[in-house]
């Protein structure tokens, strides 16, 4: 299976981790050894209630009794699609009220950038140094850093960045601007907040010159940093919300939700503004469905920020440096890349899966299920620290 795996799937890195599964459940995901591995990544932030929840395998099955694949997307009137959107609708601010799904968190940006050009008549998209939004073409133009860009240009025209958290440079939104682009909490450059009111500033000064906010809530979104939405920690209403990772509760999805006003313009001048096979697939949004009903009916929302205490309380060590983030949204970050490297390859061998960012070599992210117990968070966090000792143990010696 193995050589299998390296000749006929292709692959992204040189060295994947090429763990071969054989099933997971709950915070464990176990290989064909058997072996369990306490799970602190959850799918990079989209398996929010662990694996193989109950109640989404229970939407799934029973969604395969009725139908699959039907249509294209927004021909038919089906029921977990609208029920989905409707769900959404409810528990976000006006005017965010109408929801286009798609298959994943990057064609959503894709969504979200070309509303924002049809309803501004404008090109320029400003995104943030070390932005990361997807990896097709446009979420491509609008990722803040060039080493992943430059192999793949030319790509769209007209975008332009600015630093998160500075104040200075939000002059550089002008009446230009079709839309400002951010993460609400900068994922691969660390897990950055803003702060000093940042995200309230960047929305008075795109009201101003006419511009749309468009915020980036695919890894913070669903419950992730303790509130349902991140942006609800910064008190700034986007004018385009994306989401989707925690959204699936381990399928794949995407979503940009905007005002109804809005999204009607993807109905004419052209017909079909934004297409999609697949996008609403009904087992996904039953499953979707499921998860969202169960993030919001329980109390797990107000146990991430309790998880998040007990995090950093048992991750104390010499060589973390800081850690950064919200809820369940954790980067602990170590004296050097090297450590990091270590860190997470060694844990691996000792049960307890982490991974890395994409632009902070320092950072060890820690996004395990919403569901994992504070049992199992003592443990992975005592792992973590004993494979830091045994570390650190041998830099003094040397």
């Not at 395998?57 to 029973?62: Q, R, Y």
């Not at 395969?64 to 959107?85: C, T």
């Not at 798609?102 to 998209?125: M, W, Y």
């Not at 809530?217 to 992730?224: D, L, N, S, V």
């Amino acid at each position: 299976m193995q050589e299998d795996f390296f000749k006929y799937q292709a692959q992204i890195t040189p060295h994947p981790l090429a763990m071969r599964i054989s099933h997971a459940e709950g915070s464990y995901i176990y290989d064909t050894n058997n072996k369990a591995h306490l799970d602190f990544v959850a799918g990079v932030s989209a398996c929010s209630l662990g694996h193989k929840h109950p109640k989404v395998v229970k939407a799934i099955k029973g969604q395969l009794d009725k139908y699959l694949h039907v249509m294209v997307y927004g021909e038919y009137i089906q029921e977990p699609a609208v029920d989905l959107a409707k769900f959404i609708a409810k528990h976000l601010p006006k005017p965010l009220e109408t929801t286009y799904l798609t298959n994943s968190g990057t064609e959503a940006i894709e969504g979200a950038l070309k509303l924002a050009r049809r309803v501004t008549g404008r090109s320029e998209i400003i995104s943030a140094h070390l932005a990361y939004h997807g990896n097709t073409m446009g979420s491509l133009s609008v990722m803040g850093f060039e080493e992943r860009k430059t192999t793949f240009r030319p790509l769209i025209p007209d975008v332009r960045f600015i630093t998160f958290n500075n104040e200075d440079e939000l002059s550089h939104i002008t009446t230009k601007t079709a839309a400002v682009i951010l993460e609400t909490i900068q994922g691969g450059a660390g897990f950055i907040e803003p702060t000093n009111n940042y995200l309230q500033k960047v929305r008075k000064q795109c009201d101003k010159v006419g511009a749309l906010l468009i915020l980036d809530e695919i890894q913070p979104g669903f419950g992730r940093t303790g509130k349902l939405f991140g942006f609800e920690h910064y008190d700034c209403i986007p004018d385009i919300l994306v989401t989707g990772k925690g959204l699936g509760g381990g399928m794949p999805i995407g979503a940009f939700t905007a005002s109804k006003a809005m999204m009607d313009l993807l109905q004419d001048n052209p017909k079909l503004g934004h297409i999609t096979t697949f996008g609403g697939h009904p087992v996904i949004a039953a499953a979707a469905l499921a998860t969202v009903k169960e993030i919001t009916e329980s109390d797990l929302m107000s146990q991430t920020l309790e998880k998040e205490q007990l995090i950093r309380k048992h991750l104390v060590h010499p060589l973390i440096s800081e850690i950064r983030g919200k809820g369940l949204m954790l980067a602990a970050i170590t004296t050097s890349a090297d450590i990091t490297n270590q860190i997470i390859l060694k844990a691996k061998d000792k049960g307890l899966i982490l991974f890395w960012l994409l632009f902070e070599p320092k950072a060890i992210r820690i996004t395990p299920p919403l569901t994992i117990s504070n049992d199992e968070i003592i443990k992975g966090c005592l792992i973590i620290t004993q494979v830091l000792d045994k570390i650190h143990s041998e830099i003094n010696i040397y």
